[in-house]
């Protein structure tokens, strides 16, 4: 006979299977046992029963919950892909990256004066930059719990992360480029290469427009999709939210225009520290991805990656920007004229100069691979995560 409130055979086993399909930490809690009681849906496994399998590694700090969050990551990359960002939902609700834009916008109203001294600048800088990081590791730990201690904190989390991949997005505006230069010409390229890049249009030609595109989806696809997923295998969602933050955070105020030159150093090098492997991984994988694309070059784009990387001003854009331009046959960089200054840069690869719509469709195409590889490098950590723990 069971005990009152205890578990015959059967119970146990219940627990160890559903352990076994929903993660090493958690279980459905007994129907009479005390977190039934106090209304829980969820218990420790170890609080009743042994973990039959040892605890995953990844993500460190962010594991547990009803869910394994490598399986919440690859779900929103699934949904990216697919759907991409909801406009209907950002019509009720403001996009997260919307709402560390508009803080961040805030912060350099109130702090970012002009009468105060080059030193105080990069303090004020570093406090902003070191606050805002910190409330999104905050933040993100408050949606971890959230998702352990909760039924459905899980569902909320791959909504969260979904919006904060550039997957979809990333492959929009770009293409959008390529379509306004075919069927508007010069002036409707311009019009739409001004929303992804921070340089001015007007200076560029159609061949100007059309490598801006190109740059552009290569340096994204390191800033807004594999440095998102590098952080969240890593730390989970308080990696994810912290690399996004640290990356509006730059993309804001990181520049080396008069006004943001001293607030926002501490921002552009806290950025570069973040980017420093996703952006080397991100090089590797257009690397690959041009062995999919016509007349691609992936020998070439891992050659021109090594080269000519540092021939950019950012310690990191060179790499996947590089990879590109071997991957393309195609020299992209280059002097260009920004509001306020003009970067005085050496040319990236060895091909032509003359990028045009086509090119921009192979960029395309190298980036949807790139993002397909991607998928699998999170596919492989599931699955020797789930071999190592013998499940």
Known sequence: MTPKGGMGSAGYARKWVISFLLGPHFSIGAINGPAAQEGGAFCRVDAALPCPH?????????????????????????????????????????HPVALIGRLIAYFDRKLNREDRSAPDLRKRGAVVAAGMTLAAVGLGLAVTELRRRTVWGWAAEVVLVWTLIAQNSLFVHVRAVGRALEREGLAGGRRAVARIVGRDPESLDQFGVARAAIESCAENFADGVVAPVFWYLLFGFPGLLACKTINTLDSMIGHLDDRHRDFGRVSARLDDGMNLVPARLAGLLLSLAALFVPRGRPIEA????????????????????????????????????????????????EGRARATV????????????????????????????????GR
Not at 70 to 79: G, K, N, P
Not at 325 to 342: Q, T
Not at 358 to 387: E, H, K, N, T, Y
Request: glycine content about 10%.
């Open 302 to 349: 891992f050659r021109v990656m090594l080269s000519d990387h540092a021939h950019h001003r950012s310690p990191n854009s060179g790499w996947p920007e590089a990879a590109m331009a071997g991957g393309l046959d195609l020299s992209l960089a280059g002097p260009r004229r920004y509001p306020g200054y003009v970067a005085q840069e050496k040319w990236i690869g």
């Open 54 to 94: 040892p605890r995953p590694m990844f993500p460190l700090f962010a594991t547990g919950g009803p869910v394994d969050p490598l399986l919440i990551l690859l779900a929103a990359l699934i949904l990216d892909a697919i759907v991409g960002d909801p406009p209907a939902l950002w019509r009720l609700l403001p």
């Open 358 to 389: 086509i090119d921009i469709r192979r960029s395309l195409l190298m980036l949807a691979v790139g993002c397909l590889l991607d998928a699998g490098l999170v596919i492989l950590v599931i699955l020797a995560q789930a071999a190592i723990s």
